[in-house]
């Protein structure tokens, strides 16, 4: 069993930065796959970033690629993302997600075993 529980989120203005942690408690992660998405009011959930536990390799989607950062620190069991130039579209719940195995580009929330709680991230204009 894996525990994630997300923080950092808040309000900002456009252009803006925040961070959030997602704390990793439970098994050890091994060969896991995290990853953030978010979900906005009214849409579906969106894959944002994944990362591989193991080696640090990243895979972002499009709309973020330059401006959000995923890092993970072994030693403190937690994932950050580090979102810069923030933009009114950013603005959703943000959920921290885990997977055993397998890709850590998987965009589909169906294939990600654990879920945090979410924190919500608000970019005004």
């Known amino acids: 069993q894996v525990h994630l529980v997300e923080s950092g989120g808040g309000l900002v203005q456009a252009g803006g930065s925040l961070r959030l942690s997602c704390a990793i408690s439970?098994?050890?992660?091994?060969?896991?796959?995290m990853a953030w998405f978010r979900q906005a009011p009214g849409k579906e959930r969106e894959f944002v970033v994944g990362i591989n536990w193991s080696t640090g390799n990243t895979y972002y989607a499009d709309s973020v690629k330059g401006r959000f950062t995923i890092s993970r620190d072994k030693g403190k069991n937690t994932v950050y993302l580090q979102m810069n130039s923030l933009k009114p579209e950013d603005t959703a719940d943000y959920y921290c997600?885990?997977?055993?195995?397998?890709?850590?580009?998987?965009?589909?929330?169906?294939?990600?075993?654990?879920w945090g709680q979410g924190t919500q991230v608000t970019v005004s204009s």
């Open positions: 997600a885990a997977k055993s195995g397998g890709s850590y580009s998987s965009r589909s929330p169906r294939l990600y075993d654990y």
């Open positions: 439970g098994r050890a992660l091994g060969s896991y796959a």
